[in-house]
């Protein structure tokens, strides 16, 4: 079946980067683009860019321009979101998902990013 | 780029439909037919409901459907039931420089 499996929880420190994996399964890794959405505890969710896997083009929203970097292996199956210059707003759950027909699915279980001193 | 407008409560009564809406612009909503919806239970990841405005992927009961009147898209749940009872979000591809916009999120509650 169709799977996303991503890397487990993160603490980081303001100021610090981190970077989530998100491992495809079941599917050609290469023929959908992925997408990352992040989700503040007890609010909305909110769309931070896609991947072209077999490309590498990305895209990203506005709001996370020049902090986030999204890149990919290939070879495993594996697509990866970095983003840097943490603050305590970045705490949110990170969820990547895969791109079809202009929606989402499947989604990944999601990675808790923790920012605090 | 705002996010698009949900109420944020919605409640019906076992087998009741409710109808659930997600306003937006001639940007994003108005501008194409790209809305999507999402079920999400309290500690899980969101799971797509409806694609293209008003289609269902393989294995969603065909109890959810989806349609769209201008700007506003509307997801109708129809003969409710307890497992219905979570969070749901609308999307929309938008022409904006971010290219997709969720919703402000609906919470379903089954009395």
């Known amino acids: 079946q169709v799977q996303l499996v991503q890397s487990g929880a993160e603490v980081k420190k303001p100021g610090a980067s981190v970077k989530v994996s998100c491992k495809a399964s079941?599917?050609?890794?290469?023929?959908?683009?992925i997408n990352w959405v992040r989700q503040a505890t007890g609010q909305g969710l909110e769309w931070m860019g896609w991947m072209n896997p077999n490309s590498g083009n990305t895209g990203y929203a506005q709001k996370f321009q020049g902090r986030v970097t999204m890149t990919r292996n290939t070879s495993i199956s594996t697509a990866y979101m970095e983003l840097s210059s943490l603050r305590s707003e970045d705490t949110a759950v990170y969820y990547c998902?895969?791109?079809?027909?202009?929606?989402?699915?499947?989604w990944g279980q999601g990675t808790l990013v923790t920012v605090s001193s | 780029q705002s996010a698009l407008t949900q109420p944020a409560s919605v409640s019906g009564s076992p087998g009741q439909s409710i109808t659930i809406s997600c306003t937006g612009t001639s940007s994003d909503v108005g501008g194409y037919n790209y809305v999507s919806w999402y079920q999400q239970h309290p500690g899980k990841a969101p799971k797509l409901m409806i694609y293209e405005v008003s289609n269902r992927p393989s294995g969603v009961s065909n109890r959810f459907s989806g349609s769209k009147s201008g700007n506003t898209a509307s997801l109708t749940i129809s003969g409710l039931q307890a497992e219905d009872e979570a969070d749901y979000y609308c999307s929309s591809y938008t022409s904006s420089s971010t290219p997709f916009v969720f919703g402000t999120g609906t919470k379903v509650t089954v009395l």
């Open positions: 998902a895969r791109g079809v027909t202009m929606g989402f699915d499947p």
């Open positions: 079941g599917y050609t890794f290469t023929s959908y683009d």
